[in-house]
Structures are given as structure tokens and as C-alpha cells.
């Protein structure tokens, strides 16, 4: 079974901390993807990458970046928290075109 | 850009009460419409994935159809266990990533 872990289940930051996300996936898969979750609007896709050190930009990027410097890890920053970056974050991988296998999340609180 | 609309927004069913989630989607060429469920405070499980119009899919009191605009997942006899988040997303023939709807929360009360 794949397994894909988010480092924490709870984060809370103030305003204009730098957040480090971070997420590990463990079935060689090339692809990885970051989305937040937010009532009545869903899933949101963030940035996502298909190779190592490769990224390209989701629906919702800005205030976010990341980095993939190994295969199995994808790390969201939040270069400067702000209230609205209050959500939940899912981490995804995948393999090709098959479906995405979701982490447990990260529930993060800015104050 | 891919839409995906989930209706209803919240489903109460009693126990044995049998009913349909809609989803309506638009994307340019399908690749695979995907079928996810939700518990509380944990990422969304796959469910099925669909290709094809007129293709269908099933597991246990689960089936999923697919046309060439909508999905519906059908949940015929449900128990209390089946209450969850169920999430639609798409997948365009160009693209490695799913584009998802908001989701019918569905309750099963015994």
C-alpha cells in the first residue's frame, strides 16, 4: 500500500512566519502535488511536480512555493503566514496518470 | 479551465434508504473522472475511477456511472459506516492533476 506521510497533523503559526510543510511519499512515484482544503470550495491544487528539482504552478499559487530536491519529499513553504493561509493541506502522489494517493493533512492555524 | 460541480452539497439518508450524489463536469478531452471518499480529519481514499461514457463501476453498496457531462455515484441500501465526504475530480487527457469538486457530505442515520 502506498504511503504517503505529512509531517504534522497540527501546525500553528503567527502571522508572517516562515511554515515549512513537508511530505514523504514511499512508492518511487514521479509525480507530487499540494492541495488545501477549504469548506464549500473543495480541493484546491497549489503547485505539484513530475520530477525531482521540477515544479509547475497549480490554481492557487501565490504565497506559496516549493521544493523537491529528492524523489520521495515535497515541501511547501509559506514564505510569510498570513491569516488567510488558515486551512487544511493535503499532500498527493502519484504515478503517471493514476490516481493520487492523499496524506492525512496538516490542519494549519495562523494567528 | 476543468470545472466540477457536486450536488447536493449535504445528503441525511436513513439507514437502508437508498440515493444518488451528482457530479457535472467540464474539461477539455477526459482522461478519467475519479471517485474519492473523505472521513473526518483524514486525505481523501480512492474509490473508482471511470474512462468512458457508459462505463460503470462498483464495491459493495457503491456504483459509480459515467456520461459524457455528469457522474453519479449510487448508494443503494447505506449504513451509518457509508457516512463520509465523497469528492469528485477529473482528469484532463493533458495533465497529471485532478481537478476537484467541493463535495457531498452524506449522513446515515440508523
Known amino acids: 500500500d502506498v504511503k504517503v506521510t505529512q509531517s504534522s497533523r497540527y501546525l500553528v503559526k503567527r502571522t508572517g512566519e516562515k511554515v515549512f510543510l513537508e511530505c514523504v511519499q514511499d512508492m518511487d512515484h514521479e509525480n507530487m502535488f499540494w492541495y488545501r482544503q477549504d469548506p464549500g470550495l473543495g480541493l484546491r491544487l497549489i503547485y505539484f511536480?513530475?520530477?525531482?528539482?521540477?515544479?509547475e504552478k497549480g490554481d492557487i499559487p501565490e504565497g506559496y512555493s516549493v521544493s523537491r530536491e529528492k524523489k520521495e519529499r515535497f515541501s511547501l513553504i509559506l514564505e510569510s503566514a498570513s491569516t488567510n493561509q488558515t486551512s487544511m493541506y493535503l499532500c498527493?502522489?502519484?504515478?503517471?496518470?493514476?490516481?493520487?494517493?492523499f496524506g492525512n493533512g496538516t490542519r494549519l492555524t495562523v494567528t | 479551465e476543468d470545472q466540477v460541480t457536486q450536488s447536493p452539497e449535504a445528503l441525511r439518508l436513513q439507514e437502508g434508504e437508498s440515493s444518488s450524489l451528482n457530479c457535472s463536469y467540464t474539461v477539455s478531452g477526459l482522461r478519467g473522472l475519479f471517485w474519492y471518499r473523505q472521513d473526518p480529519g483524514k486525505g481523501p481514499e480512492f474509490l473508482f475511477t471511470l474512462y468512458s461514457a457508459g462505463e460503470e463501476k462498483e464495491k459493495e453498496r457503491l456504483k459509480a456511472t459515467l456520461t459524457k457531462k455528469e457522474s453519479f455515484l449510487h448508494i443503494t441500501a447505506p449504513k451509518p459506516e457509508d457516512s463520509a465526504t465523497y469528492l469528485c475530480?477529473?482528469?484532463?487527457?493533458?495533465?497529471?492533476?485532478?481537478?476537484f469538486g467541493a463535495g457531498t457530505t452524506v449522513t446515515v442515520r440508523a
Open positions: 498527493a502522489s502519484s504515478f503517471w496518470r493514476t490516481p493520487l494517493h
Open positions: 475530480a477529473v482528469q484532463a487527457t493533458s495533465d497529471y492533476k485532478l481537478s
Open positions: 511536480s513530475y520530477d525531482v528539482k521540477m515544479k
